[in-house]
């Protein structure tokens, strides 16, 4: 850095970040690995800040937050959720399991062959409609709105 012109540097984290994706340290990396020169991280971050305010706060890890939204169960039996579970599977017992939203009772566990076969899982939601007392209404998986 000190034996760099200010402009020289400032030229060189700005040719660096073209695309406007990388941060400081990914920059400082880069910069020393392609041209052998080490720049404080400090400047290379003042350098961003000042030259792209906006999409320098975009780059901050904290404003990359997952939008969540509430879960508002409808009633009892209008919305399950089914999901495998792994983590008995490296000793050979697959897990598949339905619950209901509403009320958060399960519906349903069984250890199986494999919970990613569709038609272990098609059989196993159709027993659990069956065991509710429910029928399936299905709606054609091709319908076309075209004529």
Request: hydrophobic share 40%; net charge positive.
């Amino acid at each position: 850095m000190k034996m760099l012109d200010p402009k020289e540097a400032e030229q060189l984290v700005l040719d660096h970040d073209t695309a406007r994706h990388q941060g400081p340290r990914l920059i400082r990396h880069k910069l020393a690995m392609r041209t052998g020169q080490h720049l404080p991280r400090d400047y290379i971050a003042e350098t961003m800040r000042i030259h792209d305010p906006a999409d320098f706060s975009k780059r901050d890890p904290t404003a990359k937050r997952i939008h969540r939204e509430p879960k508002v169960p409808l009633g009892i039996n209008e919305r399950w959720s089914a999901d495998g579970h792994d983590k008995l599977n490296r000793i050979g017992f697959p897990v598949w399991a339905i619950v209901d939203d509403a009320v958060g009772r399960w519906l349903g566990v069984w250890v199986v062959p494999s919970n990613r076969l569709g038609n272990i899982i098609a059989y196993l939601y159709l027993d659990a409609v069956e065991h509710v007392g429910g029928t399936v209404f299905t709606t054609p998986v091709f319908a076309s709105s075209k004529p």
